[in-house]
């Protein structure tokens, strides 16, 4: 079975500055894919970026980008020029690339990361 | 386009008793997932439907069950409810149920059980 594990519960940072979130991931499989995912006070789960392990290069979506190191199953956020907007948990999760009974729509997250942005 | 809408958004309900949760997905969209997510055990996968089928389920008792209609809106059940059952019930859709698609997400349903 495969787990995510975030390590830092809180991460502070003050507006425009960069902060980085870590994640790291257990599985045997070498496909699949992995998410970042912000959850507001308003509760709706948005996702911040996608990156399939068969990539080598690192996703980026405007001021959010990834550091995938596959070797290490690590999968770190940096955001960038951080917002007030920011502010919010922040969940990594694993998607299996297996096509099949008993991987479809399953998601395994972590614990998240709560965000506070300072202004 | 409207997003994943899930009713109600809130729910108390007293040990014993049952409670079905509504889910309709983005249109277009085929497949439905499930999780709770609660402090002490964070998010936790239920179960995926698509073209009205279970696919996949998580470890939860036979208490918890789901259905999804032809139109792709999806509903979970919970029967004899217990303390524990309190938590935030999210739903998911994606095009598909192929590993690519990714999930949008609706709002939850914040059930407590009292």
């Known amino acids: 079975a495969q787990t995510v594990t975030q390590s830092q519960p809180e991460m502070s940072v003050q507006e425009a500055e960069t902060v980085t979130l870590s994640c790291t991931y257990d599985?045997?499989?070498?496909?699949?894919?992995l998410f970042w995912y912000k959850q507001p006070p308003s509760r709706q789960m948005i996702l911040v970026i996608r990156?399939?392990?068969?990539?080598?290069q690192n996703a980026t979506e405007n001021r959010f980008s990834v550091n995938f190191q596959k070797a290490a199953k690590s999968f770190s956020l940096k955001i960038s020029d951080s917002q007030l907007g920011d502010a919010a948990m922040y969940f990594c999760?694993?998607?299996?690339?297996?096509?099949?009974?008993?991987?479809?729509?399953?998601?395994?997250f972590g614990a998240g990361t709560q965000v506070v942005v300072t202004p | 386009k409207a997003g994943v809408t899930q009713t109600p958004r809130y729910l108390i309900k007293t040990r014993g008793q049952q409670v079905t949760l509504s889910c309709s997905p983005i249109?277009?969209?085929?497949?439905v997932s499930w999780y709770q997510q609660t402090p002490g055990q964070g998010l936790q996968f239920l179960f995926e439907?698509?073209?009205?089928?279970?696919?996949n389920k998580g470890n939860f008792p036979g208490r918890f069950s789901g259905r999804q209609f032809s139109n792709s809106r999806s509903e979970m059940n919970v029967s004899t409810l217990e303390l524990g059952d309190s938590a935030l019930y999210l739903c998911?859709?994606?095009?598909?149920?192929?590993?690519?698609?990714?999930?949008?997400f609706g709002n939850g349903t914040r059930l407590t059980v009292t």
């Open positions: 998911a859709s994606s095009l598909a149920p192929d590993t690519s698609s990714p999930l949008h």
């Open positions: 599985t045997s499989e070498s496909d699949y894919y």
């Open positions: 990156q399939e392990a068969y990539k080598q």
């Open positions: 999760a694993y998607r299996s690339a297996r096509v099949g009974i008993g991987s479809w729509g399953k998601l395994q």
């Open positions: 249109s277009g969209h085929r497949s």
């Open positions: 439907y698509f073209s009205e089928t279970q696919r």
